[in-house]
């Protein structure tokens, strides 16, 4: 291990601690400790290796986990929540949700608006390697319900909302007894935003009849798969898939099928907090 990668490993070490402790008083003294940097320099190394200041980094994953319970679990009290993120008093965060997301934490709640939150915050690289632990599997033949976002990567967020909508109306998915998966048509990073294509599905045992969600019927074809797993956030997902692509399948031998990517969530946000997110990759093979 070169001395650049052993920087930026020491670096990633610091922000999976501070993802897994965000419920508690995270101090620059406390992080420079787990990073073993001199407490007096590693405000200035963290700030140029992220972009952005210690205590403004946590802050923004606060808000950013704080924003998915407004959305996702509206029956939450936005004091509760705004204590949850560190927060003295629902006024000090609501200026600070405000600054971020150019909402109040209300206005958010009932009409939320991602793509600005997304646009100013982009985590930092990461530059672990080693080697991947992908199985190949026999993929069961999966009925399933299909809502297709088409547009900016950026508002997956509020075609994840319609399709939580129809599911709570049909009772076809329950989120608890079904599967969920997504499947990746593009390359965020490779196609422009508005022609970005990605299936939100959930496993079904019947036909889906019309609905005004848009969700029609599709299937997840049986056959074999390379499948690796993914710990963390959904944000930082390419760093599993693009190892996948570049690494394990030209020395695997392998042809692929011609089926996209797809993941299945094991679980999501906010019913664990981002770092214990769950997500099988799929790689279709012949």
């Known amino acids: 291990m070169d001395k650049a990668q052993a920087y930026a490993e020491r670096f990633d070490r610091v922000l999976r601690y501070i993802e897994r402790h965000l419920d508690e008083p995270l101090t620059v003294e ?80 009932k009409s939320p608006r991602w793509q600005p939150w997304k646009e100013r915050f982009r985590l930092p690289p990461n530059e672990r390697r080693g080697d991947m632990d992908v199985k190949t599997m026999e993929f069961t033949e999966t009925r399933i319900a299909v809502l297709a976002h088409r547009g900016a990567p950026e508002k997956l967020d509020d075609s994840a909302l319609k399709f939580i909508e129809w599911r709570k109306q049909s009772g076809l998915s329950p989120v608890k007894e079904s599967r969920t998966f997504g499947i990746v048509y593009d390359d965020p990073a490779n196609v422009e935003p508005e022609q970005f294509r990605f299936d939100i599905c959930g496993e079904v045992s019947q036909e889906v009849p019309e609905n005004q969600q848009g969700v029609l019927n599709g299937v997840i074809p ?65």
């Open 30 to 109: 406390r992080l420079s400790r787990v990073a073993h940097f001199s407490k007096f320099h590693f405000h200035r190394q963290f700030s140029l290796y992220t972009g952005t200041g210690v205590l403004a980094y946590i802050r923004q994953l606060r808000l950013k986990h704080a924003s998915y319970r407004l959305v996702y679990r509206r029956d939450e009290r936005i004091i509760d929540i705004a204590l949850d993120a560190g927060f003295e008093s629902p006024e000090a965060f609501a200026r600070a949700f405000r600054q971020i997301f150019g909402q109040s934490p209300s206005q958010f709640r």
């Open 222 to 286: 049986g056959g074999r798969c390379a499948v690796v797993r993914h710990l963390g956030s959904h944000d930082r997902i390419g760093d599993s898939v693009y190892p996948l692509y570049r690494d394990w399948f030209p020395k695997s031998g392998e042809e692929l099928r011609d089926f996209p990517l797809f993941f299945h969530y094991l679980n999501l946000m906010p019913d664990v907090a981002e770092h214990e997110l769950v997500t099988d990759i799929y790689l279709p093979l012949k």
